[in-house]
């Protein structure tokens, strides 16, 4: 390898719909960590309208009860 050269380092994320429903739990647990936080920007790579709509949903889908808040499973 070339000292240039940069590798790359991809994140294994799932692909997020235009609109993020609540009720999609698959998609939002690919989101929270272990600790049951929400994963940052800067880990994920989504953009600001993504995030905010991810954690919005989160937060709902925490107080439905569809989520737990301590951890992820």
């Known amino acids: 390898m070339d000292y240039k050269q940069k590798k790359e ?36 790579r989504i953009s600001l309208k993504q995030q905010k709509q991810l954690s919005r949903a989160v937060k709902l889908a925490r107080e439905m009860a569809l989520i737990p808040y301590t951890s992820k499973y």
Do not use: H, M, N, Q
């Open 9 to 44: 380092s991809k994140v294994e994320r799932p692909e997020l719909p235009k609109y993020i429903d609540y009720k999609d739990i698959s998609t939002l647990r690919g989101y929270i960590s272990t600790f049951g936080r929400i994963v940052p920007r800067y880990y994920t």
